[in-house]
Nanobody, 113 residues
Framework: QVQLVESGGGLVQPGGSLRLSCVAS????????VEWYRQTPGKQREFVAG???????NYADFAKGRFTVSGGDAKNSMYLQMSGLKPEDTAVYYC???????WGQGTQVTVSS
């Protein structure tokens, strides 16, 4: 198993930016497909962005042009740079390794004026 810990969430005004981090207990970049998901109360978790083992990135439509996913040089971390945040981006954001069924505890992002 791999332990995942997210951080970087917080309260931000509409139009603002945040950088989320996901730190793993061992190397994940280039080893697994790793992804960001988000969830709001009463809704299913939805895919946000991900990096494949080969380094290819992909994004949900709502994230394209605003969010950037990247892996850390140390290979045990993943980041989500979010800009142009909207109130509808308010959610708990999780990192995930689907192959292992590993989820972090999540970090709350609140976009509000």
């Amino acid at each position: 198993q791999v332990q995942l810990v997210e951080s970087g969430g917080g309260l931000v005004q509409p139009g603002g930016s945040l950088r989320l981090s996901c730190v793993a207990s061992r190397s994940i970049i280039g080893v697994y497909d790793v992804e960001w998901y988000r969830q709001t109360p009463g809704k299913q978790r939805e895919f946000v962005a991900g990096i494949s083992v080969g380094g290819k990135t992909n994004y949900a439509d709502f994230a394209k042009g605003r969010f950037t996913v990247s892996g850390g040089d140390a290979k045990n971390s993943m980041y989500l740079q979010m800009s142009g945040l909207k109130p509808e981006d308010t959610a708990v954001y999780y990192c995930n390794i689907m192959l292992l069924g590993s989820w972090g505890q999540g970090t709350q992002v609140t976009v509000s004026s």
